[in-house]
């Protein structure tokens, strides 16, 4: 019997290593638009987020957005937009992205508390559904289709 690993190799999943933290999420490391960033994988995120603070660091575009943010003891907070945002993520590759800005200080301070290492922003259910994700929870890893962008 072949492994999950193996089986999705097949049908052109890339796999993608994940990190526990202290805090039990899962974090990877992406680049978007070419830089490379900490995030975590949230699967009740809508979109993937980046820190407000760092629309520079990461090359971003953005825009007025009507999308208010929630999440982590925080809510109805103000957000920008960017569009057309490459994202890499292993060698999974997505060049139309959408990417939600608010400010992550909330995310991060409860991460700090907890001994865990401040993130640069959150990968979102937007990517996992792109992607057809599947996460293997036992052995740490994420699967992201290469078929399918």
Not at 77 to 83: A, E, F, G, H, I
């Amino acid at each position: 019997m072949s492994s999950l690993k193996d089986f999705l190799n097949k049908k052109k999943y890339v796999c993608i290593p994940l990190t526990l933290t202290a805090t039990n999420h899962f974090e990877l490391n992406a680049k978007i638009n070419d830089i490379t960033g900490r995030f975590i994988l949230d699967t009740g995120a809508s979109n993937t987020c980046i820190g407000i603070d760092q629309i520079d660091d990461f090359g971003l575009i953005s825009k007025e957005s009507k999308i208010k943010a929630a999440g982590a003891g925080a809510t109805n907070m103000d957000t920008l937009v960017s569009k057309k945002n490459t994202v890499h993520i292993g060698s999974w590759e997505y060049k139309k992205l959408k990417i939600v800005l608010f400010d992550l200080k909330h995310v991060n301070e409860a991460l700090t508390a907890h001994n865990a290492e401040p993130v640069n922003g959150i990968i979102g259910a937007d990517i996992l559904k792109k992607s057809n994700a599947i996460i293997d929870y036992g052995k740490k890893r994420l699967y992201l289709n290469a078929k399918k962008r």
